[in-house]
Structures are given as C-alpha cells and as structure tokens.
C-alpha cells in the first residue's frame, strides 16, 4: 500500500466550503421572501472548548448571510432560569435556531435542557424527538459532528453499502448517531467504547474508521487496515514544552497516514464540516417553520403555489 500522498487527506475546508455556498444561496432566498434566518449560540460559564467551535460559527453565518447572536449565562446560572431563557427563545418568532454548547456546568441537566429547545429551532438535532428521527431513517436534521463525519467519508467516493466500519465512542452527541447514520446508509457498524475487549483486533478489520473518544493518539497505525478511511474527530488542546499549544485529534496521524488511503488532519478536518453542516441545519429548520406557517396562514392556493 502506498503511502498517504498529499491529496490524500481528507481535507474539510473544500467540503465546508460547497456546503457554505448552498446555505448562503438558501439563506439569501428566505432572507428575500421575508423569513430570515438566525442563529443564537447558548454557552454556560467560561469553557475553553466552546470558543474556536463558537467563534467559528460566528464567522461563518456572516459569510452565509444567517444571523448570530452569542448569549452567554454565568456558570451559577440555574437550570430553572436557563430553561425559561430557551422558552423565550421558542416564542421569539425573530430567532429561527437555537445551540446549547457543551459542556454545561454539572448542575445543569444536559437531557433536560435539551428536550426544551422547540424542535422546530433544534438545529443541533439534540432533542429526543430529533434524534428519534435518525432512527426512523430520516437523516436531513442530524447531529452536526456526526453528520459532517459521515460526509467526509462520502468525499473518498467508497460505496457505503457494506462498508464495514467501525466507530470508537459511543457518545449521545458524536459516536451514536454517527453509528444511526451509517446503518442507514447500508454500512455494517461496529461500535467500540471503553468496555471493548480488544479495539485494536476490531479497527483492524475496518474500512472506514470513525474515532471520537478524546484522547491524543489513541489509534496507532497497527491498529489500522492498509488501505482504510480514518476519520478523526477528536479535538484535544496539547500542551507543548514551550508552553504553547495546540489542537491534535485521537488518532496519531504521522503513523497512520503510512498506512491509511485517506485521513482527516485536526485542525483542518471534521472542525469546518461541524460549522457547516450546524448552517445547514440552520436552513432546515427554519424552511419547517416556514411549512407551519404556511399550513397555519396559507390559503389552499397559496399553499399549493409553494410546494
Ligand atoms: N470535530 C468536532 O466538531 C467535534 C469534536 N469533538 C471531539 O470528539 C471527541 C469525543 O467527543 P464526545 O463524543 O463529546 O466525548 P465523550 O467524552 O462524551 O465520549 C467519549 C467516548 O469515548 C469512549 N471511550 C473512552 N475511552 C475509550 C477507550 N480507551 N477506547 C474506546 N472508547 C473509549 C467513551 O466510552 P464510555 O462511555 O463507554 O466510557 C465515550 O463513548 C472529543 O475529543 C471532542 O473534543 C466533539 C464534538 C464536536
Ligand atoms: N453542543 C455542542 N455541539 C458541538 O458540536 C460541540 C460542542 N457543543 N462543544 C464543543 C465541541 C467542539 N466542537 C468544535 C467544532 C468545530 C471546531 C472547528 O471549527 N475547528 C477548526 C478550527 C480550529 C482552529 O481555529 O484552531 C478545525 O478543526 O480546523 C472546533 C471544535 C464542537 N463541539
């Protein structure tokens, strides 16, 4: 097997990119037929984590003409008042998309929190209705980072049908529905966590291999097919002995690039898709609160000239 070459990496920035192009010609639409899109971020006390994914959203609604408003709440805020903040939120028919960032501070139910997003605003596709939907097939509203993964794992061009894959982590938010999305593409998963008898004699058998855990370096090359698609989700801050730092991904990438056909690099890789995709959702949801108020306000004719 020859080594990865250059173009080999899976590179996200050309696939956010196309991605951005479509939101920004369906958000300029909507702007002009007189829905416009906006996005509010919801982040809870100071976490470090959130900023670049925050920041960068920021940057790429304006380029896609969405609307951003960041919000941020004290650490001591209480799940009763952030919940009344996210109806609020819900009746404001000017916001057309709500994200809570991960982490909350520990006092806060995640689960709960998220259920009350409205899901015609949950563009993050977290709340239990929305994730329901992945089961029953229906992909267009998924959980952003697994959704990006998935389509860079469509950009190598493998047929998907009988994939075998594997995915490592099996979190509510990334491993999971990445799991959902492929099954319904017609891959074979497996889902390896941190009870997983041997995980290397598993990613060894893979295709594609999916790695969201969190831990620097965790997939070497000798637990990687020759030949296989390798896509790193992990984004951990590294601490360098000169005291600077960096982002690096779960998977020890010069290693693995001698014997993967295509790797996602971190930084650079399913980062930009996640903002992408998370505009994308954006545009979703809002053309469902637009089919509400057609149904609701639309006379027969003026429904039927929309469809
Ligand atoms: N690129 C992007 O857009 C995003 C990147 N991330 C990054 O992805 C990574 C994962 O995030 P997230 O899913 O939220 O993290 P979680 O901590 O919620 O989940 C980690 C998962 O990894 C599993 N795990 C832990 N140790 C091992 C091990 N040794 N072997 C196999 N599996 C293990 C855990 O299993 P168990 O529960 O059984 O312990 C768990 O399912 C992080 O680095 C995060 O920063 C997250 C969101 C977006
Ligand atoms: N509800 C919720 N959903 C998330 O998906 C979520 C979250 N909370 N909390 C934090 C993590 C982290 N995360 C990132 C997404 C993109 C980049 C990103 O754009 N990274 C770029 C830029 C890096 C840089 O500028 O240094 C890259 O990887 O190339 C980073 C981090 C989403 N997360």
Redesign the pocket.
């Known amino acids: 097997m020859p080594p990865l070459d250059d173009n080999r990496y899976l590179k996200g920035g050309p696939v956010a990119a196309r991605i951005i192009a479509e939101v920004r010609a369906a958000a300029q639409q909507a702007t002009d037929e007189g829905f416009r899109p906006k996005l509010v971020s919801i982040t809870v006390g100071d976490v470090a984590?959130v900023d670049v994914?925050v920041r960068n959203q920021r940057a790429k609604a304006e380029l896609a003409g969405i609307d951003f408003e960041e919000r941020r709440f004290p650490a001591e805020l209480t799940a009763g008042e952030l919940e009344a903040a996210i109806h609020g939120m819900n009746a404001d028919p000017r916001i057309t998309g709500i994200i809570i960032q991960?982490p909350v501070p520990a006092h806060i139910p995640i689960k709960a929190i998220q259920a009350a997003v409205h899901p015609l605003k949950d563009v993050e596709g977290m709340h239990p209705a929305s994730i329901g939907n992945i089961v029953y097939n229906q992909l267009d509203l998924a959980p952003?980072?697994a959704a990006?993964?998935v389509e860079l794992l469509k950009a190598t061009g493998l047929d998907l049908k009988g994939l075998e894959v594997v995915v490592?982590?099996?979190?509510?938010?990334?491993?999971?529905p990445i799991a959902f999305l492929l099954m319904s593409e017609g891959a074979t998963v497996t889902v390896?966590?941190?009870?997983?008898r041997s995980?290397a004699a598993h990613a060894r058998r893979a295709d594609a291999l999916f790695?969201?855990?969190?831990?620097p370096r965790?997939i070497k090359a000798d637990m990687v097919k020759p030949g296989a698609a390798v896509i790193d989700?992990?984004?951990?801050a590294e601490t360098l002995p000169d005291g600077s730092s960096r982002i690096v991904?779960?998977v020890d990438t010069e290693s693995v690039k001698e014997v993967a056909s295509w790797i996602t690099p971190?930084p650079g890789?399913?980062?930009p898709?996640?903002?992408a995709i998370l505009l994308r959702n954006t545009m979703v949801a809002l053309n469902r609160q637009r089919a509400v108020y057609r149904a609701t306000f639309g006379t027969a004719e003026a429904t039927l000239a929309a469809e």
């Open positions: 984590a994914y991960r952003c980072t990006a993964s490592v982590g099996h979190s509510e938010i990334v491993g999971k390896c966590h941190h009870m997983t995980l790695v969201a855990v969190g831990k965790l989700i992990g984004i951990n991904g779960d971190v890789g399913v980062g898709v996640t903002v």
